[in-house]
């Protein structure tokens, strides 16, 4: 698996089996990005299948902590409500954020996995750490000037490669021959 390559890319927080994806491959803790991944960034809320998600992770003994670049008072007004500890200002994929976190919560790598909306600070952030990262397709399209310059080397990397979980992609419209076109007399 390369650097750049998450383990497994689903369309929504929520599409991850934790029984399955988590703890049958051993994972015990998520570090999970914020924006995007369980906030919009369009309305600064956490979606509700994705708070009953977190919610059915902890009841089944999953420890999180919080991993975001941002700074912003918001994410730890998040941290707070959600009641997850966080490391704020995290400048991944530095590996520096996801050894704090890891410590914050007192797991190993091998039993974690990162879970983020992001190729370049995500997904290698945790292979640079020796984790697994579970890649998320972004929750809404705004996103900041600089992340989407970052969208594009993810479409260039990701190819045409689909979530897991994502509807299948609508065919495309038969083209008519104009000799077959209702408004054709021919």
Request: aromatic residues 6%; hydrophobic residues 40%.
């Amino acid at each position: 698996m390369g650097f750049f390559e998450p383990d497994r890319y689903f369309s929504r927080i929520s599409r991850i089996d934790i029984g399955r994806d988590l703890l049958a491959k051993g994972f015990r803790s998520v570090l999970l990005d914020v924006d995007n991944t369980i906030l919009t960034r369009d309305t600064h809320e956490v979606p509700r299948d994705v708070g009953v998600w977190l919610g059915s992770a902890r009841d089944a003994g999953i420890a999180f902590c919080l991993v975001s670049n941002n700074w912003h008072e918001s994410v730890y007004q998040l941290a707070d409500r959600l009641e997850l500890p966080i490391v704020a200002k995290a400048v991944k994929p530095l590996p520096f954020a996801f050894v704090r976190a890891l410590k914050k919560i007192d797991a190993s790598r091998k039993s974690t996995v990162v879970v983020g909306d992001q190729l370049i600070t995500d997904v290698l952030g945790a292979h640079t750490c020796g984790m697994e990262a579970y890649m998320l397709a972004p929750l809404v399209e705004q996103d900041l000037p600089h992340t989407l310059m970052l969208r594009h080397v993810e479409r260039l990397i990701m190819g045409d490669r689909r979530p897991e979980g994502a509807p299948a992609p609508a065919p495309a419209p038969a083209q008519m021959r104009p000799e077959e076109s209702p408004d054709s007399c021919g």
